[in-house]
Every structure is written in C-alpha cells, then in structure tokens.
C-alpha cells in the first residue's frame, strides 16, 4: 500500500445558462469498483474532519460546491513525506478514489461551507471504520 494509490481524476462540467451539469462517476470509470452507498458530508469554512480509515471501503470523493484540502497518511511511515496532500473543489473539479488502509482527515477551505460526496464501494458499517482524534497523527493544518 502507497500514496500514490490514490486516483485522481478530472472530472467534466458541462456550462449551462441555466444551470451546469457535473458528473461524477461512472461504472466504467478507472477507481470505480462497486456501488455500496452514496452521501453528501457539509463542511464549514475551516472546520477540520478527521481521522478516518476505511479498512473494506473504497471511497470515492468529489467536491462538487466549495474547495476541501484533504491529507493522506500511511501509519507505517513516520515522516513529513508519508503526507500527501489534494485540493479539490468546484474550480479544480476532480474526483479522488481512496484505497482501504489509508488515513485522511479533511478541512473546509471555502466560505460560508464546501460539500462533499462521497460514492462508497459498500454500505457504512461502524465496525470497518476506524477513527483519532486530530491530535493523533502529527500535522499542522
């Protein structure tokens, strides 16, 4: 398992007068793997969520109102290098495909808030998600 396991991939906007069309994601798509639930996270300026792994899920992230920075980290690696960090958002329109094992925590960079979705290859179950507190792992947001 690596960092450079995340996939990013630039997604299309089509322009409309009457409103733009985004998409996200599609079964032939490289990162996608299988349908387990889908759900918007709202995320306020500034505010930081975090830590989390996902130890079935595969996690496919878009931001499709606002702008998030998220950062990655191997717990096996002790170092500032073991960091990887992406923003994405409504002006750098990209999906990010997070394998199982990797830790991320994510912060609001857009005011008032940013949403995030996030197409899970399975269904949430507590007991495969694992969480700690900011403080655990050494980053300075």
């Avoid at 759900?39 to 505010?47: D, T, V």
């Avoid at 878009?62 to 191997?74: E, M, N, S, T, W």
């Avoid at 912060?107 to 995030?116: A, D, E, F, I, T």
Wanted: no cysteine.
């Amino acid at each position: 398992m690596s960092l450079n396991d995340i996939l990013i991939t630039p997604l299309s906007k089509k322009i409309n007068l009457d409103g733009n069309i985004l998409k996200v994601l599609k079964k032939s798509d490289p990162g996608f793997t299988e349908f387990g639930e889908a759900y918007f996270s709202l995320l306020n300026f500034g505010k930081i969520k975090g830590w989390k792994q996902h130890t079935s899920m595969v996690s496919n992230l878009v931001v499709p109102v606002g702008r998030i920075k998220f950062v990655f980290y191997l717990e096996n690696q002790t170092s500032q290098k073991s960091f990887r960090i992406e923003e994405i958002g409504d002006t750098e329109y990209n999906r990010i495909t997070v394998p199982p094992g990797i830790w991320f925590g994510f912060q609001g960079l857009q005011n008032p808030l940013s949403v995030l979705l996030n197409i899970a290859s399975i269904e949430h179950d507590k007991n495969e998600e694992i969480s700690k507190p900011l403080i655990d792992i050494p980053f300075t947001w």
